[in-house]
């Protein structure tokens, strides 16, 4: 419903198929990697989940013989 109201219903009517679908693929990369998300601290998603893995995934040791 989000994608719809923010995207698809402003900018009808769509000219092509090609145009639809470059503008859902511009409007996927914002999403995923540069909108600001208040529920996790005002940050990217991308960046959230890098930091997550980073304080949750634990250094590899290991030994020299």
Do not use: C, M
Not at 18 to 36: F, P
């Amino acid at each position: 419903g989000l994608f719809k109201t923010e995207l698809i219903k402003p900018r009808r009517p769509w000219k092509t198929l090609s145009d639809v679908e470059l503008a859902t693929a511009e409007y996927v990369d914002w999403y995923n990697h540069r909108r600001l998300h208040g529920e996790i601290g005002h940050v990217p998603p991308v960046e959230y989940e890098a930091l997550h893995y980073l304080a949750t995934t634990k250094p590899q040791v290991t030994h020299n013989v």
